[in-house]
Nanobody, 120 residues
Framework: QVQLVESGGGLVQAGGSLRLSCAAS?????????????MGWYRQAPGRQRDLVAS???????NYADSVKGRFTISRDNSKNTVYLQMNSLKPEDTAVYYC?????????WGQGTQVTVSS
């Protein structure tokens, strides 16, 4: 069974910080398999589509949405099968459910999401 479990969401004031974690487990991530996956964080606000926030390849290359560049940092620890999203200088418009995604060739997995709410 494949699991992507997000944690670290919550309520924070504008200007604050949160660190999201996504731990991967299951047969498809066993051994060194996790390191081959491209990992991503997406977010979805009410009434809006799910958009990419940040991604990191198996080789460590990163990509960010323009709206979060300079504020968010994605990283991964392959020894722990975990990807992180450090979010600084949070804004009310960052409020959304944040989802973890793992992608490798035809394999594509999603976590259940974690709520991030930024108050003004």
């Amino acid at each position: 069974q494949v699991q992507l479990v997000e944690s670290g969401g919550g309520l924070v004031q504008a200007g604050g910080s949160l660190r999201l974690s996504c731990a991967a487990s299951g047969a498809f991530f066993s051994g060194s398999a996790f390191s081959m996956y491209d990992m991503g964080w997406y977010r979805q606000a009410p009434g809006r589509q799910r958009d990419l926030v940040a991604s990191i390849t198996g080789g460590g290359s990163t990509n960010y949405a323009d709206s979060v560049k300079g504020r968010f940092t994605i990283s991964r620890d392959n020894s722990k099968n975990t990807v992180y999203l450090q979010m600084n200088s949070l804004k009310p418009e960052d409020t959304a459910v944040y989802y973890c995604n793992a992608h490798y060739r035809l394999l594509n997995f999603w976590g259940q999401g974690t709520q991030v709410t930024v108050s003004s």
